[in-house]
């Protein structure tokens, strides 16, 4: 089944721990993007990266980190966790990053104390 | 920057219905826009995606349209059942500079009821 998989699906942290949110689609997908949702701001792209080793902030990169060693594989690093990263978080992918239709994940939820 | 709207934030209709969320955005110079269903819990599953150079799209009981000179992009819902009960969002890629960006409104909550 073509899919977007992200682990792990809830997490609770404390301040200061690095955490990493792994993606990963099956769909030989270029373009892969995260997202963050909070109540009241909607989604707000993270980062993106169009192409393996090609990866740019979007909208909200301050305390997140990105890689894109693998095309199937974009994992989301918060190297110190702060309160206000306690969000719902999604993954993201397409064939193209322009005219092609956006697969979903099912969502982090991270809450850090 | 662009900003997209979505009013209502909730709706609340009988089954049977037709219906129709709107979107708005501030620039028109907009590459696509996609409306998305979100179920509580779950990720977000694409409905509709409109290209700029289209004025609408239908799928099944949905139909989506899009008018760039004004901002606006609805989508009509037809013979609404409890089913559709979700939020709906619309989002819009821009034309210029990057065209990897989406930005999304906050979604419309609808419920139908049985």
């Known amino acids: 089944e073509a899919q977007v998989t992200q682990n792990p699906r809830y997490l609770i942290t404390v301040t200061g721990k690095k955490l990493t949110v792994t993606c990963s689609q099956n769909?030989?997908?270029?373009?892969m993007s995260w997202y963050r949702q909070d109540p009241g701001l909607g989604l707000r792209q993270i980062y993106y990266?169009?192409?393996?080793?090609?990866?740019d902030k979007g909208d909200v990169p301050e305390g997140y980190k990105v890689s894109r060693k693998e095309k199937r594989n974009f994992p989301l690093i918060l190297e110190s966790p702060s309160p206000n990263q306690t969000s719902l978080y999604f993954c993201?992918?397409?064939?193209?990053?322009?005219?092609?239709?956006?697969?979903f994940g099912a969502g982090s939820r991270l809450t850090v104390l | 920057k662009q900003e997209v709207t979505q009013i209502p934030a909730a709706l609340s209709v009988p089954e049977g219905e037709n219906l129709v969320l709107n979107c708005s955005f501030t620039?028109?110079?907009?590459?696509?826009l996609q409306w998305f269903r979100q179920d509580p819990g779950k990720g977000l599953t694409s409905l509709l995606l409109?290209?700029?150079?289209?004025r609408e799209q239908t799928s099944g009981r949905l139909n989506a349209s899009l008018d760039k000179s004004s901002g606006r992009s609805t989508l009509y819902i037809a013979a609404s059942q409890p089913g559709d009960s979700a939020t709906y969002l619309c989002?819009?890629?821009?034309?210029?500079?990057?065209?990897?960006?989406?930005?999304f409104g906050s979604g419309t909550q609808l419920t139908v009821l049985p």
């Open positions: 993201a992918s397409s064939l193209g990053a322009g005219a092609n239709v956006l697969t």
């Open positions: 769909m030989n997908h270029e373009y």
């Open positions: 990266s169009m192409n393996v080793e090609v990866t």
């Open positions: 620039d028109s110079a907009i590459y696509n």
């Open positions: 409109i290209q700029s150079s289209q």
């Open positions: 989002a819009v890629r821009i034309s210029s500079g990057s065209a990897r960006q989406l930005t």
